[in-house]
Antibody, heavy 116, light 113 residues
Framework: EVQLVESGGGLVQPGGSLRLSCVASELRFSHYEMMWVRQAPRRTLEWLAYIDSRGDKILYKDSVEGRFTISRDNDKNSLYLHMNNLSAEDTAIYYC?????????WGQGAQVTVSS | QSVLTQPPSVSGAPGQNVTIPCTGSNSNIGGGYNVFWYQQLPGAAPKLLIYLNSNRPSGVPDRFSGSKSGTSASLAITGLQSADEAVYYCQSYDINLSGLKMLFGGGTELTVL
């Protein structure tokens, strides 16, 4: 069974930084395009960032471009999201997910709370 | 406010049928972009329910079906069960000056009475 396990979430002060990690198992990670999706409290899903299987093509939602950086390490079956200059509006559950024109598999999510 | 519009909630009794609409525009669903549906059970991550408008992944019961017409799409659930209580999201793509973007509807909470 495919598993995506996020870690690195937590409480961070406004203006702070955080790095999320996602480790994949039971899939050929290096063959998969990946993305990060978040869900703010009582809000819908929001696509944030995309990376192709080799890390050559990267796309961001306009609202996070310049603050968030997506990366991957195929040798470690891992996906990352480095987030800078966080604000209260970034408080959400962050999911890593496989992408194949649609989202096949989702992680269980990592809670990020931005508050002083 | 989402570009893809869904009713906030729908409900039905066990055994009944319900339909959840997803209304878009000519720059997304009406522009030929496919629609996908995800089911999010309470406290869980979303799960793919329907892909490419009307296809079910392995393991999804045939009580769930999807359709698309014009600028809208629909998810139909027949023979409602209490286990179907969840939030359902539609997803498509939109093209504008910034390029092609992934969109989600606002989500519809299904209550089985």
């Amino acid at each position: 069974e495919v598993q995506l396990v996020e870690s690195g979430g937590g409480l961070v002060q406004p203006g702070g930084s955080l790095r999320l990690s996602c480790v994949a198992s039971e899939l050929r990670f290096s063959h998969y395009e990946m993305m990060w999706v978040r869900q703010a409290p009582r809000r819908t899903l929001e696509w944030l960032a995309y990376i192709d299987s080799r890390g050559d093509k990267i796309l961001y939602k306009d609202s996070v471009e310049g603050r968030f950086t997506i990366s991957r390490d195929n040798d470690k079956n891992s996906l990352y999201l480095h987030m800078n200059n966080l604000s209260a509006e970034d408080t959400a559950i962050y999911y890593c997910a496989t992408f194949d024109y649609w989202i096949d598999f989702w992680g269980q999510g990592a809670q990020v709370t931005v508050s002083s | 406010q989402s570009v893809l519009t869904q009713p906030p909630s729908v409900s039905g009794a066990p055994g009944q049928n319900v339909t959840i609409p997803c209304t878009g525009s000519n720059s997304n669903i009406g522009g030929g972009y496919n629609v996908f549906w995800y089911q999010q059970l309470p406290g869980a991550a979303p799960k793919l329910l329907i892909y490419l408008n009307s296809n079910r992944p392995s393991g999804v019961p045939d009580r769930f079906s999807g359709s698309k017409s014009g600028t809208s799409a629909s998810l139909a659930i027949t023979g409602l069960q209490s286990a179907d209580e969840a939030v359902y999201y539609c997803q498509s793509y939109d093209i504008n000056l910034s390029g092609l973007k992934m969109l989600f509807g606002g989500g519809t909470e299904l209550t089985v009475l």
